[in-house]
T-cell receptor, first 113, second 108 residues
Framework: NAGVTQTPKFQVLKTGQSMTLQCAQD?????MYWYRQDPGMGLRLIYY???????DKGEVPNGYNVSRLNKREFSLRLESAAPSQTSVYFC????????????FGQGTRLTVV | AQRVTQPEKLLSVFKGAPVELKCNYS??????LFWYVQYSRQRLQLLLR??SRESIKGFTADLNKGETSFHLKKPFAQEEDSAMYYC??????????FGTGTRLLVSP
């Protein structure tokens, strides 16, 4: 039972470099999410996709782009990484119906130097 | 705008003491509220949801629409309850937002 799978688990980038964080779920979920987790700030929503073909900004979208490639996959792209984007990134998915549970990936620890 | 507030960053109690983790929300519509827990080196996972009115691992949470609160309670804390707890709110547009979290530390 894979659930929500994120790649990579760890990454170090230099300022200005670009990269894409991958997320895939095998639960046939409609909604997918990207969060960043920072000490003292909890989980902040970057982008979400309520259903295949739609994406919307969350609380902290600046510096990021997303692609809902298909129902399974939701990628997060950093076009020009900055030290302020050093964080732990979590992908999550849910069916999206009333009171349905969100399932989380194991996280990607990103350091921008 | 939707907002979830968890006023305590850290809650430290002794084993056997009662625990209450506070959560207040701001949302004009009909809220869906959840508590998620993150144990050390584990994925974030659902603890309970308001619609179920269930007790999980001895924890309960009651939605109080008048006070816009969804506090998490347990009468007798255990050491294995030590974890990071997040309150979460989902809107009708499937936007799921979290509070800043409360770290619960239960000492022997």
């Amino acid at each position: 039972n894979a659930g929500v799978t994120q790649t990579p688990k760890f990454q170090v980038l230099k300022t200005g470099q670009s990269m894409t964080l991958q997320c895939a779920q095998d639960m046939n979920h409609n909604s997918m999410y990207w969060y960043r987790q920072d000490p003292g700030m909890g989980l902040r929503l970057i982008y979400y996709s309520a259903s295949e073909g739609t994406t919307d900004k969350g609380e902290v979208p600046n510096g990021y782009n997303v692609s809902r490639l298909n129902k399974r996959e939701f990628s997060l792209r950093l076009e020009s990484a900055a030290p302020s984007q050093t964080s732990v990134y979590f992908c999550a998915s849910s069916f999206g119906g009333w009171n349905t549970e969100a399932f989380f990936g194991q996280g990607t620890r990103l350091t921008v130097v | 705008a939707q907002r979830v507030t968890q006023p305590e960053k850290l809650l430290s109690v002794f084993k056997g003491a009662p625990v209450e983790l506070k959560c207040n929300y701001s949302y004009s519509g009909s809220p869906e509220l959840f508590w998620y827990v993150q144990y050390s080196r584990q994925r974030l996972q659902l603890l309970l949801r308001h619609i179920s009115r269930e007790s999980i691992k001895g924890f309960t949470a009651d939605l109080n629409k008048g006070e816009t609160s969804f506090h998490l309670k347990k009468p007798f804390a255990q050491e294995e309850d030590s974890a990071m707890y997040y309150c979460a709110l989902r809107t009708g547009f499937q936007k799921l937002v979290f509070g800043t979290g409360t770290r619960l530390l239960v000492s022997p």
